[in-house]
């Protein structure tokens, strides 16, 4: 038997001449059986589905671009990130311009960049008539008669990348008075990323922890499957949130060696590379004589910094050995940096 007390007391409106006082009560309606409360429940849930909450700082996203359009129109919404000289699209909601999530743009040719500078404004409802943004070299790429554009802050309070639209038509003044709602969308939505960038390194930690299944048990790294579970979780990373990353391939020399000395080089190695890590790095022994490395957030250059220290720690060990590393390009994703790595990677 199942009892429930629902009681919603006194809810009061005053206006200047009355008080409207509503009183909904339900009191110990008794159930027999527990498919007949799941079902109660169910009646009483029916349209809250509209009010679910998002999952996450993507879903968030893609909601706001779609209420903006929907509100707002235009024929581009995205939420974008700048990384180093790119400018990367994260989610987009277009309807015209053919641009998809994960394109990539010159950083420096956008109307962004010129907007987070202070050269231009965030709403320019006929952007020919802004200079910074009729300079601007995108503006000679795509056609644009209007822009909206917002920052979206990093964990830290910097710069992450922009909530911005364009439309090849130019848009009236009133565009202005919708500055507040998207500036709160904007911030919003750095509220939401700060967050999720912070969970990062936990969730890092806990793929790292592996279990039996996931364990190369010979040197203690990550194994095949190990692997395969980082690298897909890492993907997602740097989809959403358009981190920078890299892999890098080293395969030791195994001709010629007895079983003894070659197990020798691959405790040797794993330790060399255990060495090179850094705190967002993964390592692992995918076959007898193959070794991978993913540097999660680094750039060009700290990718060159991670191939370095990996060059001179396999020298030091005096193990004949072939390398090959990929940067992670964003129309392309790991799996193709992984490809390039262990083509290169030849002893």
């Known amino acids: 038997m199942y009892r429930a007390s629902f009681c919603h007391d006194q809810l009061n409106h005053v206006g200047k001449s009355a008080v409207i006082v509503l009183r909904i009560s339900i009191s110990f309606c008794t159930f027999t059986h527990a498919t007949e409360f799941d079902n109660f429940c169910g009646k009483n849930r029916l349209g809250m589905e509209k009010f679910n ?25 995205m939420v974008t990130r700048t990384e180093g000289d790119d400018w990367i699209v994260l989610q987009s909601e277009d309807h015209g311009y053919g641009v998809k999530d994960g394109a990539v743009f010159r950083w420096a040719d956008s109307f962004c960049s010129q907007m987070v500078q202070g050269r231009g404004p965030c709403i320019a409802p006929k952007s020919i008539d ?31 990348g922009t909530l911005c639209a364009i439309d090849p038509q130019t848009q009236p003044e009133s565009l202005h008075g919708e500055l507040p709602l998207i500036e709160l969308f904007g911030r919003l ?19 790292k922890n592996y279990t039996r299944t996931s364990m190369d048990h010979q040197t203690g790294l990550m194994n095949l499957a190990g692997w395969e579970n980082v690298l897909e979780a890492e993907e997602r990373r740097c989809r959403v949130y358009g981190h920078s990353a890299c892999i890098v391939s080293i395969r030791i020399g195994n001709e010629d060696q007895d079983e003894s000395s070659l197990d020798a080089n691959i405790i040797a190695t794993s330790k060399a590379l255990k060495g ?46 072939g390398m090959g590393h990929a940067n992670r390009e964003p129309t392309n994703g790991l799996k193709a940096a992984l490809k390039n790595a262990l083509d290169k990677a030849v002893v």
């Open 53 to 77: 909450s998002f999952a996450d700082f993507e879903s968030a996203s893609r909601g706001v671009l779609a209420f903006l359009h929907k509100r707002l129109g235009f024929g581009l919404w």
């Open 130 to 160: 802004i200079p910074a943004y009729a300079n601007a070299p995108i503006g000679r790429q795509v056609n644009i008669g209007a822009y909206v554009g917002v920052p979206i802050s990093d964990a830290d309070g910097s710069l992450f």
């Open 189 to 207: 939505l750095s509220c939401l990323l700060a967050s999720e960038l912070k969970a990062i390194s936990s969730q890092r930690r806990a793929e």
């Open 276 to 321: 090179c890590l850094g705190p967002n790095d993964s390592v692992a022994r995918v076959a007898p004589n193959l070794f991978l490395m993913m540097g999660a957030e680094r750039n060009r250059e700290q990718a060159s910094d991670l191939v370095l220290a990996i060059q001179t720690a396999m020298t030091e060990t005096g193990i004949p050995y």
